[in-house]
């Protein structure tokens, strides 16, 4: 289980996050909606270590994470893919995976890591040799995503996974979120600022607005509502 408590991130003068409390159960995927500014990054990389500092208290598995590094945390299973595809742009598909598979909790033998990277998505084991920057925008989805579940993770973090990418790639991604999520049993927390596919694709769901919580509760009951009103009056 994932505890978030009285969270509170900031940039010098800019507060980005202000007393942001939320309780992600483990198994299950909660999403974080929210306009551009929001603060949904930034609760992502307070999570994975990545903000450098924080107020407030976030736990994982009853375990303070106040005190470890982004390290450590990757160590006990928070595998965070950032927005914007952030990959190795010079080293081969096969690196960034050995690289990320390095830093992760190594509860798969790398070898089988690999082979089940590129039966999932055989286009990535074709390209393998080839430096990642070469890919397509979805074919570097994959990899960012795939450079999240070689690392075996107990909590994964997607920021906009959907971002910039066709429909149909976006249609294969969720999938695969969703059977990975499924057959590994991983706690997801996933940001988009696409609200319906989001809601489709998670248990609970969170507006943020302006670094507070504007909304939250039942995906499925923002969806039966019919709630894009009330959505979008949480946006604005
Ligand atoms: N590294 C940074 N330095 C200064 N301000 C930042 C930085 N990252 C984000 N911000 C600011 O913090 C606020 C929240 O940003 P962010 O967490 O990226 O929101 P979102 O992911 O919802 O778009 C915004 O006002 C943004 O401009
Ligand atoms: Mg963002």
Redesign the pocket.
């Known amino acids: 289980m994932l505890e978030i408590q009285g969270v509170t991130v900031n ?2 003068a ?1 507060q ?1 996050l202000s007393g942001v409390s939320l309780t992600v159960p483990s198994g299950t995927k909660t999403a974080i909606l ?1 306009a ?8 992502l990389r307070a999570i994975s270590g990545l903000t450098g500092g924080y107020g407030g208290k976030i736990r994982f598995d009853g375990q303070d994470l106040g005190p470890m590094s982004a390290t450590e945390r990757a160590r006990l299973g928070i595998a965070h893919a950032m ?1 914007g595809r952030r990959l190795f742009k010079q080293l081969t598909v096969q690196e960034n995976l050995e690289l990320a598979w390095s830093f992760g909790r190594r509860g798969t033998p790398l070898k089988s890591a690999l082979d089940e990277v590129y039966g999932r998505f055989p286009i990535l084991g074709e390209r393998s040799r080839i430096a990642c920057g070469l890919l397509s925008g979805g074919q570097q989805q994959m990899l960012i995503l795939s450079c999240t579940t070689v690392r075996s993770p107990r909590l994964l973090l997607l920021d906009e996974p959907s971002l910039g990418l066709a429909p149909i790639i976006v249609t294969q991604i969720y999938e695969f979120i969703d059977e990975f999520a499924r057959s590994s049993g991983v706690t997801v927390v996933l ?1 988009e600022q696409m609200a319906m596919l989001a809601l489709k694709a998670s248990h609970h769901a969170v507006v ?1 607005r302006r ?1 507070t919580v504007a909304l939250e509760g039942a995906s499925a009951g923002f969806l039966e509502r019919g709630a894009s009103s009330e959505l979008s009056a949480a946006y604005l």
């Open positions: 940039y010098g800019i980005a929210g551009n500014g929001a603060g949904k990054s930034s609760l927005e940001t943020l670094g």
